[in-house]
Nanobody, 119 residues
Framework: QVVESGGGLVQPGGSLRLSCVAS????????IGWFRQTPGKERGGVSC???????MYADSVKGRFTISRDNAKNTVYLQMTSLKPEDTDAYYC???????????????WGKGTLVTVSS
């Protein structure tokens, strides 16, 4: 499974770092995608990183979010800066074995972590 953490309440302009930790398998050979979803709305891709470190970002987060991976810690991070109220959402990570970006045939989905950007 994969488990997200790091969400919370932050003021506009603030920062958060989300973590996606794998347990029961080694993350090293997986592409990891971060997605966001509001109940009742379609899930959207935020960012993605392949096993060789190639990355992809949604236009709305380019220059503000950074995805990275630490295979030794079996973890992928999403550093979120200059947060805006419209970034408010539940954020999910997904793992695809030997996948490319964007992640498609997901092997593992997390249960999500909530990010709220509000003053």
């Amino acid at each position: 499974q994969v488990v997200e953490s790091g969400g919370g309440l932050v003021q506009p302009g603030g920062s958060l770092r989300l973590s996606c930790v794998a347990s029961g398998f080694t993350l090293e050979h997986y592409a990891i995608g971060w997605f966001r979803q509001t109940p009742g709305k379609e899930r959207g891709g935020v960012s993605c990183i392949t096993e060789d470190g190639s990355t992809m970002y949604a236009d709305s987060v380019k220059g503000r979010f950074t995805i990275s991976r630490d295979n030794a810690k079996n973890t992928v991070y999403l550093q979120m800066t200059s947060l805006k109220p419209e970034d408010t959402d539940a954020y999910y990570c997904a793992a695809e074995l030997e996948g490319r970006c964007p992640v498609g045939a997901v092997d593992y989905w997390g249960k999500g972590t909530l990010v709220t950007v509000s003053s």
